[in-house]
Each structure stands twice: as C-alpha cells, then as structure tokens.
C-alpha cells in the first residue's frame, strides 16, 4: 500500500508514498469522513467558491486556500463548529489568512495541526478546553513567545510539537500533564531552563532540547524512568547531569555538548550517544583518549572547539603546541563517524586518523577553521566517502596534498594567505 518509504537514523519511517489506485479506494472507503480543501484553479482565484462541508465530517484538512480569503472563511468556521464530531484539524497551508481559529468550540478534536500559521490566526489561550486533545503541533510560529497556562489542562495530550518558535518558558504546572510521551521543542533559542515539574511527565519517552540555549538540565532527570530519545543537539552543558546515567530505559541521547571537563561523566552512557558530539574548551584536556570516543559508535558528527582563538596570533609555546598535538591524536572517533569539525586547534600537525583513509572510511564532510600554525594537510590514501572539505583561517597553510577520487564534490579554502 504504501512505497518508497524514508527512515530516520532509528528506523522509524518518516514519510512514504501512496499508489494512485490505493489513494482513490482509501477515499472510496472513507466517505464523507474526510474532508480537504485543496489547492484553487486559476478561475476560482478571483472569485472564491462557496464552501459546504458534509454532513458526518471527521478529519478535515487545509491543503491550500484554494482561493479562499477570510470571508468564506468566516463561512468555512461556521459550519465547521456545527459539526461536533470533527476529531482532525490539519492546516498545512501557510501563506495566507483564513480567519480567526475558534478551536476551543472543535471539543471533539483529537489531533491539531497548526504549524507555521500568522499570529492573527492562532487564538491558543483558551486551548485547555480541548480535552479530548492527543496531538497539538503548534511548530514554526516565531510569534508565540509563551504557552497558555491553560495548556496544562490536557490531560490526555500524548505528543506536543511546538519546534522552532520565540518561547522563553514553559509552564510551570507542565509535570500535571501525565499522558506525555513525545514533547519537541527544538530550536527555541530562547528556553534556558526547564521547569522542575518535568521530572514529573512520568510517561515521556522522548524529549528533543535540540539547538536550545540550555545550560543545564534538572538534576533530577533521572525520574524520567520511561524516556528513551533525549535531543541535546547544539546545547551546551556547562554541569553535566549526572543523573543521566540513572535513564535506565535510555536508548539515545541525539547530540551533545560539553565543556572538556566534563569528557569523563560520559563513560557508561558510549552506546546510547548519537548525532553530533560537541567538545568545547578541548584545551583544558590532558589526555584525549579519556574522552573514549572510538567506542561511540553511533556518532553521525564530531566537533572539537578549542576556546581560546588563535586566528592571526602566533604560538611561541611549542610544548603547548605538542600538548594539543598529542590530545587532537587521543580524540580519535569511531569509523561510523560522517562529519568532522575542529575549531581553534593550535597544533602544527593533525591527528593521524583523519589523514589516514583506513580510519575514517565514512567521512562525508570535514570541516576545519582557525589553524594558524598547519603548513600542510596531507592525506595519505582515497577518502571513499568525502564529499567536502571547508577550510577556514589557515594563515600559515602553503599546500594541500591528497589522493582522492572524483567522487569528491566540493572544497573551499578561504582566509589561507600563504597557499
């Protein structure tokens, strides 16, 4: 029924197709249970048709406008909180107004989609009146900044999207909402802290914190004793939450940051970290092979940032030089690894895994920046899967030797004044 089917990194199938004929028989099937407005023909553009919904409507989606403007969808509202029994409201048109929404009059609804609507559009204060609610996706709407308090009355809410919006906070009563299992709010720049009632989402199996400014997590995120997908992508954790460790049903924790000395508290945790892996401050560490890395197999990306930039500034130490050497060598990752990034590295020389081919036969992308004292980048061997290389800030670079094959796409060298 369904065919070329796409996964994410775990599997789970994110999007697939449908043949034709099976299209038109699940229409067949469904009757007037769903309901779509789909995009206009260029002659109902300038005059917009009158909508009729039928009767026992179920599932109603907005494809399009379909030439629809906010005075029939005065119209459209109208017959729609008359039907009582609509479970689905998925709005996946964003380019256009089409009235107010009066959500909280759909008291059957199930599932609300409302991703990527103007802040004309989205009246969200009174949404705890939804009680029957299962699945709210509010993401993309850069003018919501805060969640109604009311939104912690859903107490039968199981998955809530609300991934890259202006929100500073949650509510504070979130922990009442028990039937948590999938919260998403990645790229909220703006969340610092989580609120200590999180802990108390006893149901929740995965939390995505990616790209938010978080500095740490609850010390007590240990209580989340079902959670299994943590998203740490781009935060960076200045106190490692040791209870991590205490996640017993944990299966991956998708990208981290960390300052280096903090490297140690990841052992115990090798086999469950994906994504990317960011190491600042590596020039606190002594010894990199702490860091254990080759046994991360699930690593997708690596980024090593030293702090202090060096860009345009001469190194006169040369047994800090050596210490740096010595450490980029000991940080040597998995072969798995795709995506290699080093930012501030002060060392004449880079590691012997990254120019051995052997080592690394999954690398897709290196990308390095601000290595003043590297003369020369040498590959001793074809890179199989390389596709580009970035580099940036190499004052002192004079050549780049390498054996590769034309399956490499790109290169950028910029800011290399000697080569």
Known sequence: MFQEAKEDEEGNIVSCKMHDLVHDLAQSVAGVECFRIERARDEEVAQPPTITIPEGVRHVALLDHGGYNSTNGIEFWSQLKLSNKVRTLVHLSHDYYFGRFPIERLMSLRVLDLHEKTVESLQISSIGELKHLRYLDLSYNLDIETLPTSITKLQNLQTMKVRNCEVEKLPEDIGNMKSLRLVDL??????KALPASTTKLENLHTLNLSSCHLEELPEDIGKLENLHTLGLGDCILENFPVYLRTLTKIKRIKGLGLPAKHIKELHGLHQHLSG?????RVEQMRDGKEANLKEMPYLSGLELIWNNSTYGKEIDDNKAVEGEENVLEGLQPHPNLKELK?????????????????????????VLEDCPRCESLEFSGPLPSLEALWLSKFISLKSITRSIDDSWHMAHVERATKL
């Open 342 to 366: 080093l930012r501030g590295y002060g060392g004449m020389k880079f590691a012997s895994w990254m120019i051995k081919s052997s080592l690394l036969p999954n690398l897709v992308t290196i």
């Open 276 to 280: 990317t892996l960011s190491i600042g």
């Open 186 to 191: 990645s790229w909220n720049w703006t969340i």
